[in-house]
């Protein structure tokens, strides 16, 4: 079911066109910079981006670094709302819902298929950029955070490192995709709702009076892969971010779960 699920997830035209979206990011940024931006580096901007013309990981880096904040959600919440609510406006829920293997198990493969979704898209944004790198710049040092050179391989293990913990803090968004979904039979709603959380949450944290809440906002930890190009790494905020994002996880699939088994889908 799990297999078929991934199959169906993969093959659909809308996510395939998300996908190709996604990738088409770093390659902009990368073109952009290259043809367009400052040729010693200096161009300021997010962490990573004053070394972007300096080796191809840094395009990588600079790509999970900028999309991070809603682009990803974006593609996220697109896959994750459709997960119940797509098959509930096709009216093909009810006819799967017929088989032995009942809504909790349904609503799991769902999730898990949207969460593997979120990882390879991820990951493809990190290739997609490293790859474009390496055609556009040349391959030069990789200065970590604190000063330290590292080797090219290194780097790689590193950047791919990062692309996973990237996609590991989009879980909560998928956890939220994925609970709207089973409330509304509109996919379109159901993204829109994660998205929304996504951005307000972002804001809040901005907001200096709200700092007590910070820790409990899905997104306050965004960002903290670029503690693993530190020298020594420092993990603390990616442990940090990484148990949020099950607590969230879990917290929506317990509401989904709950608000599924209830649901009349045959009327």
Same mark, same amino acid.
């Given at each position: ?7 169906? !997830? ?5 996510n ?62 697109l ?29 799991i493969?769902?999730?898990?298929s949207?969460?593997? @979704? ?29 000063? !330290? !050179?590292?080797?090219n ?6 950047t ?21 979904? !089973?409330?509304t ?7 829109a ?29 965004w ?22 994002? @099950? ?18 889908? @045959?009327?």
């Amino acid at each position: 079911m799990f297999v078929d699920e991934l199959r169906r !997830t993969f093959r659909r035209p809308r996510n395939l066109v998300v996908l190709g979206l996604i990738a088409l990011v770093p390659i902009l940024l990368g073109v952009v910079v290259k043809t367009l931006g400052p040729r010693n580096g200096n161009g300021g901007g997010p962490p990573f981006f004053n070394q972007l013309t300096q080796n191809p990981v840094f395009l990588s880096l600079v790509a999970l670094t900028t999309m991070e904040t809603f682009l990803i959600p974006l593609a996220v919440s697109l896959i994750a709302g459709d997960s119940v609510s797509g098959e509930a406006s096709s009216g093909a829920l009810r006819y799967l819902l017929v088989a032995p293997a009942g809504r909790g198990r349904l609503l799991i493969v769902k999730t898990a298929s949207a969460l593997v @979704f979120t990882l390879v898209a991820v990951l493809i944004i990190a290739v997609v950029g490293g790859v474009t790198g390496a055609i556009l710049f040349h391959l030069g040092p990789i200065v970590t955070l604190s000063g !330290t !050179t590292v080797s090219n391989i290194r780097g790689v293990v590193l950047t791919l490192e990062a692309s996973a913990v990237v996609g590991l803090s989009m879980f909560s968004i998928v956890g939220i995709g994925v609970f709207v979904s !089973t409330i509304t039979d509109s996919s379109a709603a159901a993204s829109a709702v994660a998205v929304a959380v996504a951005v307000i949450s972002q804001i809040l944290g901005q907001i200096p009076q709200l700092v007590h809440i910070r820790p409990l906002l899905l997104s306050n930890y965004w960002g903290s892969f670029i503690d693993l190009f530190r020298s020594p790494q420092v993990f603390h905020n990616v442990k940090l971010d990484i148990l949020e994002q @099950f607590v969230w996880l879990t917290v929506a699939l317990v509401a989904a779960w709950i608000n599924f088994r209830a649901k009349d889908i @045959f009327s």
